[in-house]
């Protein structure tokens, strides 16, 4: 059920889905339809979408059905929520190591500030990180996408 969502949501066919994923369409319909999928077709299925294996995979009823009287609109957020949380990780991650170095620079060699480079590098790896949770670049954004898919589809808006 959540492949049929996000496949809809994607304003793509099941022709389509099983194109971009490299199954067939009858796996895609078997999969849509609740039976059980392989970790393979999970695992493309998820690169497709650009979402975590792990929610496709308690989806299929492969693990336990930890999901069950959840929505898919809560299983969404629950996504949203995990992302979230993966960026505060990365975020946390950059201040201590930028700190450990910024530390070691001023006090191996004060005259000459490197840190810099990776704490801009590293920073603007951030900046993007946030903006694909966040949307706050709109360019590129879910918006777009779904305008895109709408353009080629022959779909106008």
Same mark, same amino acid.
């Given at each position: 059920? =959540?492949?049929?969502?996000? #496949?809809?949501?994607?304003?793509?066919?099941?022709?389509?889905?099983?194109? !971009?994923?490299?199954?067939?369409?009858?796996?895609?319909?078997?999969? *849509? #339809?609740?039976? %059980?999928?392989?970790? *393979?077709? +999970?695992? %493309? =299925? /998820?690169?497709?979408? &650009?979402?975590?294996? %792990?929610? =496709?995979?308690?989806?299929?009823?492969?693990?336990?059905?930890?999901?069950?009287?959840?929505? #898919? *609109?809560?299983? @969404?957020? +629950?996504?949203?929520? #995990?992302?979230?949380?993966?960026?505060?990780?990365? !975020?946390?991650?950059?201040?201590?190591?930028?700190?450990?170095?910024?530390? =070691?620079?001023?006090?191996?060699?004060?005259?000459?500030?490197?840190?810099?480079?990776? /704490?801009?590098?590293?920073? @603007?790896?951030?900046?993007?990180?946030? %903006?694909?949770?966040?949307?706050? !670049?709109?360019?590129?954004?879910? &918006?777009? &996408?779904?305008?895109?898919?709408?353009?080629?589809?022959?779909?106008? +808006?």
């Amino acid at each position: 059920m =959540l492949i049929q969502k996000l #496949r809809l949501k994607h304003g793509w066919s099941q022709q389509q889905l099983a194109d !971009l994923s490299g199954l067939s369409i009858r796996t895609i319909q078997r999969i *849509e #339809r609740g039976q %059980s999928a392989s970790v *393979e077709s +999970l695992k %493309s =299925l /998820a690169a497709v979408f &650009e979402i975590d294996f %792990s929610s =496709l995979k308690t989806e299929s009823g492969m693990v336990s059905n930890l999901n069950d009287g959840i929505s #898919r *609109e809560e299983i @969404l957020a +629950l996504e949203h929520v #995990r992302k979230v949380k993966r960026f505060y990780i990365h !975020l946390i991650q950059y201040f201590i190591v930028i700190g450990s170095l910024t530390i =070691l620079n001023l006090l191996q060699t004060p005259h000459h500030i490197w840190v810099l480079w990776p /704490a801009l590098g590293w920073g @603007l790896g951030l900046v993007f990180h946030a %903006s694909s949770i966040y949307n706050f !670049l709109p360019i590129l954004g879910a &918006e777009w &996408e779904r305008k895109q898919v709408e353009k080629r589809l022959g779909r106008s +808006l």
